[in-house]
Nanobody
Framework: QVQLVESGGGLVQAGGSLRLSCAAS????????MGWFRQAPGKEREFVAA????????YYADSVKGRFTISRDNAKNTVYLQMNSLKPEDTASYYC????????????????WGQGTQVTVSS
């Protein structure tokens, strides 16, 4: 089992920044791909970013590329999502998840999920 707890969400004006954190406990954190997904009301969950276990490969949705940065600190069992130049369309609940090394952009790949943290971007 892996337990994931997100934090760092909040209300921010368009153009602002937030940094989300996801603290993991349980089974060996460093073995997993870590991903961030988001879901806005009335919309399907969508992939945001992911990072491989050693941090040398990162993946982003086109909609956030160049604005968001995913990173991880295996010593602290924590993954981060730095979000800059936020837009109202980034408003959603953000979830971190851990999973295997394939189909990284698919939510089906991820076994463990956090409860989510709300990000609201005002215009």
């Amino acid at each position: 089992q892996v337990q994931l707890v997100e934090s760092g969400g909040g209300l921010v004006q368009a153009g602002g920044s937030l940094r989300l954190s996801c603290a993991a406990s349980g089974r060996t954190f460093s073995n997993y791909v870590m991903g961030w997904f988001r879901q806005a009301p009335g919309k399907e969950r969508e992939f945001v970013a992911a990072i491989r276990w050693n941090g040398d490969s990162t993946y982003y949705a086109d909609s956030v590329k160049g604005r968001f940065t995913i990173s991880r600190d295996n010593a602290k069992n924590t993954v981060y999502l730095q979000m800059n130049s936020l837009k109202p369309e980034d408003t959603a609940s953000y979830y971190c998840a851990s999973g295997g090394p394939v189909r990284i952009r698919s939510g089906d790949n991820y076994v463990y999920w956090g409860q989510g943290t709300q990000v609201t971007v005002s215009s």
